[in-house]
């Protein structure tokens, strides 16, 4: 309000900005490549330990077969399970608290589905996309919690973002695939196997050859074969979907990863927490993109074709 | 043991499963019961906002109604009124006939009492004067004569004379 009051707070801010710099330049000094620099240790305690990066899953327990990923799955699903689970308890025509949390999310996401999908259509699609977003974007937060990245037994650590696990981004896109394949049959019925395999226009050109009319059936052979080969690219497409999802998710997650991991070790302090930030939208952004994708498909296969 | 980029079938299998297991509960856990929900409050607001718009009409409608009956109430009250003026109109007509017939009666009455009076006076002024006059005969002639005889003469003589006469106009 006055101009002492506005001095003070900019004061705060330079305070405030050169205590920042000030943690980065001493986490700097103290991490193993500033004191390389320097050529001595003057801050040993605040070494980070180099980044070991393997991209097959550690198992922390010798004597189970399951991976650190396969354990913060279960923590996403008990995260999303037990939200839901109490948020739909006392379910009240007003809603309240969690319930209202929930009802916001839901009803986000049913508007944004059934937005393109249309009301019939959108009901089918809601719960897998939905599922899959939430699924992936809790991994993906769950993965941000503080202290997430350093427990460890046995020397390994006991829990990593699932979505850098490629079973993970990989089941998902299979069950996005399978949930697109049985839309369309449900939706079009016999006639989606057409998208595939369309041997209408052949057939037409050649019953038109063998009834003596060339010209007209050279033409229309040309097309029957297109079309054939066309059907043939959609196969191909629908399959490298999979990969696309598969490998779009995984990619983004374990750099995002990498990224934490090198800027903790570069520079433990203040700017680690920027890349924090980052990788909670990229979280959420790749979640969208991943139940977003899995509806544009689903819409396109449920879509009759003239 | 690990395949391509970590990828195994127990991995995979078991994230599917994860992943289907995640489906499934927040399909009967959390979706379920909140579109129901949402969709009962949808519903609810609805039949709320027809209900409104219903109450909203019959308002409107009453109003109209008690408009019409408040204007139809002043018409009559007005026909009333009318009508009131009217009899009181004519009632005060009436009295006021009923008044001057009356005033008549008086008045003829007293015309009557006083043409009776008169004719009392004349009669009795009548007799006062055949008296006197006999008796101024009597005097004058100094001769008793049979009054009634006399009474006779004088009345014939007054009718011929044709002073006071019985109906005076």
């Known amino acids: 309000m006055t101009p002492k009051w506005h001095r003070g707070g900019f004061l705060k801010l330079v305070v405030l900005l050169v205590a920042l710099f000030a943690m980065i330049i001493i986490s700097f000094i103290g991490s193993e490549v500033g004191s390389g620099i320097l050529g001595f240790e003057p801050l040993s305690f605040l070494k980070v330990e180099a980044p070991k990066y393997q991209v097959v899953p550690e198992r922390p327990f010798s004597n189970l077969p399951m991976t650190n990923t396969m354990i913060t799955s279960w923590i996403s699903i008990l995260v999303l399970f037990g939200l839901f689970f109490i948020g739909t308890r006392n379910m009240k025509l007003v809603p309240t608290g969690l319930q209202n949390v929930l009802e916001l999310i839901v009803e986000a996401a049913a508007d944004f589905i059934e937005d393109p999908a249309g009301e019939k259509h959108g009901r089918w699609f809601f719960p897998v996309c939905t599922t899959i977003f939430l699924f992936v974007v809790t991994n993906a937060w769950v993965s941000l919690m503080p202290g997430f990245e350093t427990l460890s037994i046995n020397g390994e650590p006991l829990l990593r973002n699932a979505n850098t696990d490629l079973n993970v981004p990989a089941a998902l896109a299979v069950v996005s695939f399978c949930f697109i394949e049985y839309w369309g049959f449900k939706a079009r019925g016999a006639s989606y196997l057409k998208t595939f395999f369309h041997f209408g226009p052949l057939g037409q050109a050649l019953k038109q050859v063998l009834s003596g009319k060339f010209k007209d059936g050279a033409g229309g052979l040309l097309n029957g074969v297109v079309a054939l080969f066309a059907g043939l690219l959609e196969i191909l497409s629908h399959l490298i979907r999979m990969m696309s999802f598969t490998f779009r998710l995984f990619g983004n997650m374990t750099a995002g990863m990498i990224l934490v991991m090198i800027m903790l070790f570069i520079i433990p302090w203040v700017l680690p927490t920027i890349f924090y930030g980052l990788e909670a939208f990229f979280g959420l952004v790749q979640a969208m993109i991943f139940g977003g994708l899995t509806l544009g498909f689903a819409c396109a296969a449920v879509m009759e074709e003239e | ?169």
């Open chain 2, 1 to 169: 043991m690990e395949g391509f980029l970590g990828l195994t079938l127990p991995s995979f299998i078991g994230q599917l499963i994860n992943f289907l297991i995640l489906l499934g509960l927040l399909t009967f856990f959390g979706y379920k019961p909140i579109r129901r929900m949402l969709d009962e409050r949808s519903n609810r607001i609805r039949q709320s906002m027809e209900q409104a718009e219903a109450t909203k009409q019959e308002y409107e409608q009453a109003r109209v109604e008690v408009g019409e009956q408040i204007s139809k109430a002043r018409d009559e009250g007005q026909a009333i009124i009318g009508q009131a003026a009217q009899g009181g109109e004519r009632i005060k007509e009436e009295a006021r006939k009923e008044a001057r017939k009356e005033a008549q009666a008086i008045v003829d009455r007293a015309r009557a009492e006083l043409e009776r009076e008169r004719e009392r006076l004349v009669d009795e002024l009548r007799k006062e004067f055949v008296d006197t006059a006999i008796l101024a005969a009597e005097k004058v002639i100094s001769e008793t004569l049979d009054r009634e005889r006399h009474r006779r003469i004088i009345e014939k003589t007054l009718e011929e004379t044709g002073a006071f006469r019985r109906k005076v106009s």
